[in-house]
């Protein structure tokens, strides 16, 4: 992006960017009464990256505009340092971790062999995945896939930490992992499910095994095949071995909270060289592939939420029907009929009005976040190296309305 090269002019919009993030937070829903154009929200958030006072030592912003059917446009950004050891500069194509955003791509492969009948998200677990999956389920409510993407199944969460490992270290296979994690968690239940909602690393690592199950396939090379090789995301995968030549180190404040939570539970291998006032990591790998492992650039998230707001497919390339997308953008209901925050992998809430589809990661020195506002055709991607980094200010703004005569496809 052309800007003057100016202290000054990196001033005024670093003050104008906080004052904005300010009101932000303050109203919850800044972009409704003020409207952010893509360029300018892409410029304000640039304006919050740098060793110094920035919020985050480096930064990449995506958005994407379906101004028309036959004319979406994706446009990125970059800021600031992918390593601040080095001084290392951010650029377009720097690959991130993306952390939990992964589960949005588990849930589209759950749904596209939901479309083929290979499984059926409202049928029992335990009908596919047997004795794999035994827990004190009620007999007459059972867990099934759809409480797993909406996260009201009753799972725990166990810790998952103490599993990354630097790059390049040989991983357990999913099954393995899964039988791991489900004799820690033990075969109670926190609660029955459809009656609740929370949050639940393990709940996905049962719906990756649903798939290798289900396909034949190993989850790692299913969502490579039928995601990001049809969707042309060739930065991304879930090894770093390939992205190494452009790669952000992940970053965290010393002394602060997540920082110091992150190393009383890590594998301490993860954590690389201090700096006078940063923690860095390696580069690491999440060994739970199906709800954190996934690595790759702002440009090629937003061609998968181009595909998500552009009813499954990118520029000529379907990943879903149209009706697995509504599907999965259709808000969940516990069984008295009181809505969840959560759709079919996305989180939802409205803001005046409009209703919004995000999911977040966080950890290891990363914050990345996507969301699509379907009603403005619009999509945005913030990858940051600091786990501290908020970006909901930012992804909560949106562009002017879209022409109403705008005809769907």
Same mark, same amino acid.
């Given at each position: 992006?052309?800007?003057?090269?100016?202290?000054?002019?990196?001033?005024?919009?670093?003050?104008?960017?906080?004052?904005?993030?300010?009101v932000?937070?303050?109203?919850?829903?800044?972009?409704?009464t003020t409207?952010?154009?893509?360029?300018?929200?892409?410029a304000?958030a640039?304006?919050?990256v *740098?060793e110094?006072?920035?919020?985050?030592?480096?930064?990449v912003?995506?958005t994407?505009?379906?101004s $028309?059917?036959?004319?979406? /446009?994706?446009?990125v950004e970059? @800021?600031?340092?992918a390593a601040l050891a080095d001084?290392?500069?951010?650029d377009?194509?720097?690959?991130?971790?993306w952390f939990?955003?992964? /589960?949005?791509?588990?849930?589209?492969?759950?749904?596209?062999?939901?479309?083929?009948?290979?499984?059926?998200? $409202?049928?029992?677990?335990? $009908?596919?995945l047997?004795d794999?999956?035994?827990l004190?389920?009620?007999?007459?409510?059972?867990?099934?896939a759809r409480?797993l993407?909406?996260?009201s199944?009753?799972?725990?969460?166990?810790?998952?930490w103490?599993?990354?490992?630097?790059?390049?270290q040989e991983?357990?296979?999913v /099954?393995?992992?899964?039988a791991?994690l489900?004799?820690?968690? @033990?075969?109670?239940?926190?609660?029955r499910p459809?009656?609740?909602?929370?949050y639940?690393n393990?709940?996905?690592?049962?719906?990756g095994?649903m798939?290798?199950?289900?396909?034949?396939?190993d989850?790692e090379?299913y969502?490579?095949?039928?995601?990001? $090789?049809?969707?042309?995301?060739?930065h991304?995968?879930f090894?770093?071995?390939p992205?190494l030549g452009?790669?952000a180190?992940g970053h965290g404040?010393k002394? @602060?909270f997540?920082?110091?939570? #992150?190393k009383?539970v #890590?594998n301490?291998?993860?954590?690389g060289?201090?700096?006078?006032?940063?923690?860095?990591t390696?580069?690491?790998?999440v060994?739970?592939s199906?709800?954190?492992?996934l690595?790759g650039?702002? @440009?090629?998230?937003?061609?998968f939420?181009?595909?998500?707001?552009?009813?499954?497919?990118?520029?000529?390339h379907?990943?879903?029907?149209?009706a697995?997308?509504?599907?999965?953008?259709?808000?969940q209901l516990d069984?008295?009929?009181?809505?969840?925050d959560?759709?079919?992998g996305?989180?939802?809430?409205?803001?005046e009005?409009?209703r919004?589809?995000n999911h977040?990661? /966080? *950890?290891?020195?990363y914050?990345?976040e996507?969301?699509?506002?379907p009603s403005?055709?619009y999509?945005v991607?913030?990858?940051?190296?600091r786990?501290?980094y908020?970006p909901?200010?930012?992804?909560?703004?949106?562009p002017?309305?879209?022409d109403?005569?705008?005809?769907a496809?």
């Amino acid at each position: 992006m052309d800007r003057p090269a100016t202290s000054a002019y990196f001033e005024r919009v670093t003050v104008r960017a906080r004052l904005m993030l300010t009101v932000c937070v303050a109203t919850a829903a800044c972009t409704h009464t003020t409207v952010v154009p893509p360029a300018e929200l892409r410029a304000d958030a640039l304006a919050t990256v *740098g060793e110094g006072r920035g919020e985050s030592p480096g930064l990449v912003v995506a958005t994407v505009r379906m101004s $028309d059917p036959d004319a979406a /446009k994706i446009e990125v950004e970059a @800021g600031g340092y992918a390593a601040l050891a080095d001084h290392r500069p951010t650029d377009v194509d720097t690959a991130f971790l993306w952390f939990s955003i992964t /589960k949005l791509f588990t849930a589209t492969a759950i749904m596209q062999l939901h479309e083929r009948g290979q499984l059926d998200i $409202d049928a029992p677990v335990k $009908d596919l995945l047997g004795d794999e999956f035994v827990l004190d389920e009620p007999r007459r409510r059972p867990i099934t896939a759809r409480d797993l993407l909406s996260h009201s199944s009753g799972l725990g969460s166990p810790s998952v930490w103490a599993a990354a490992a630097p790059e390049g270290q040989e991983r357990r296979t999913v /099954k393995v992992q899964l039988a791991g994690l489900l004799e820690r968690h @033990g075969p109670r239940l926190r609660y029955r499910p459809g009656t609740n909602q929370r949050y639940s690393n393990l709940g996905y690592m049962v719906l990756g095994r649903m798939i290798e199950v289900a396909d034949g396939r190993d989850y790692e090379t299913y969502v490579s095949e039928e995601i990001l $090789d049809v969707l042309g995301m060739d930065h991304s995968g879930f090894r770093w071995a390939p992205l190494l030549g452009n790669a952000a180190i992940g970053h965290g404040r010393k002394g @602060g909270f997540w920082t110091t939570v #992150a190393k009383s539970v #890590a594998n301490p291998e993860v954590f690389g060289p201090s700096l006078p006032n940063w923690i860095t990591t390696v580069y690491f790998e999440v060994e739970g592939s199906p709800y954190g492992g996934l690595i790759g650039t702002a @440009g090629d998230l937003a061609k998968f939420l181009g595909a998500h707001l552009h009813y499954g497919a990118w520029e000529g390339h379907r990943i879903l029907t149209a009706a697995s997308v509504q599907a999965m953008q259709t808000p969940q209901l516990d069984q008295n009929g009181r809505p969840l925050d959560y759709a079919l992998g996305w989180h939802t809430q409205v803001i005046e009005g409009q209703r919004y589809f995000n999911h977040m990661g /966080k *950890g290891g020195g990363y914050r990345p976040e996507v969301r699509i506002w379907p009603s403005h055709h619009y999509g945005v991607v913030i990858l940051t190296n600091r786990t501290r980094y908020d970006p909901r200010p930012l992804s909560q703004c949106v562009p002017p309305a879209p022409d109403p005569s705008r005809s769907a496809e």
